[in-house]
């Protein structure tokens, strides 16, 4: 039997950064119009455009959105060990989503989602996007979210992704 060998990778999709008038800093405007599916088309279309069709070939094979957070923007995609150099690029040279500017870094590649690196990374990096967004939202007299709820529910689906 042969074992296909992957990576994941933990992603964050940030909103291009505006000037808050409030205290002169600037913040990174959240794209609520985000789901598994537009990242996925999105990438895809990223990967034709920096390697052709041999690229979009070879990455389709094992390449899914296993889990994608319109709450925070915090996303794992899986692709083959071979060509996840591939993704990376394509990644770091995406400037917008759907005609949105938006820029995505990846915050952690692993060899297996189940190990503690990559889902511990996804908990704690989804946690600590709520928090700050809770910070930002007292600090400008919004309405506050329940972060306990929203960790909570991403914790659970974070948790259900198998290789």
Known sequence: MVRF????????VQGEPVLSKADGEYENTHIASLNGGTIHTAVRDAILANY????????LSSF????????TNIGIIRVARDYHQMLLVSLFFMK???????SITVRHVGGNVKDED???????YDLEVLLRRQRRAEKHGT??????????ISKDEIMKIES
């Open 64 to 71: 899914n959105v296993k889990y994608f957070s319109s709450h």
């Open 96 to 102: 917008e989503i759907n005609g949105t500017p938006c």
């Open 5 to 12: 060998k992957n990576r994941w990778v933990l992603i964050e």
């Open 118 to 124: 990559a889902q511990r990374a996804a908990i704690q």
């Open 52 to 59: 052709g069709e041999y690229g979009l070939g070879s990455l």
């Open 143 to 152: 309405a506050a979210i329940n972060v306990a709820e929203l960790s909570r």
